[in-house]
């Protein structure tokens, strides 16, 4: 299974929260969408805060270099 980027990922979860709305849909399957979406959310949510971990390290570099850190 091809990798999915954050926004991806974001938006397969959305579709999925989409599915789950359908009253006609049956229990077993919303789970399996359940379960899915929150996989989804959960990986988008690893690979944010490894962007903000970056950006952080980033930030700090510039101000240990002297560098002033744009607002």
Known sequence: M???DFESKVEAAK????QL?????PLERS???YKEGMAL?????E?????????ETIEK???EGGEEVPV
């Not at 579709?15 to 989409?18: A, D, S, V």
């Not at 709305?21 to 849909?25: G, N």
């Not at 690979?47 to 950006?55: H, N, S």
């Open 2 to 4: 091809e990798k999915l």
């Open 15 to 18: 579709k999925i929260m989409e």
């Open 21 to 25: 709305m359908d009253p006609e849909i």
């Open 31 to 33: 789970v399996k969408l």
């Open 41 to 45: 959310l959960k990986e988008a949510g």
């Open 47 to 55: 690979i944010l805060e490894k962007a903000k971990l970056e950006v």
């Open 61 to 63: 570099e510039q101000i």
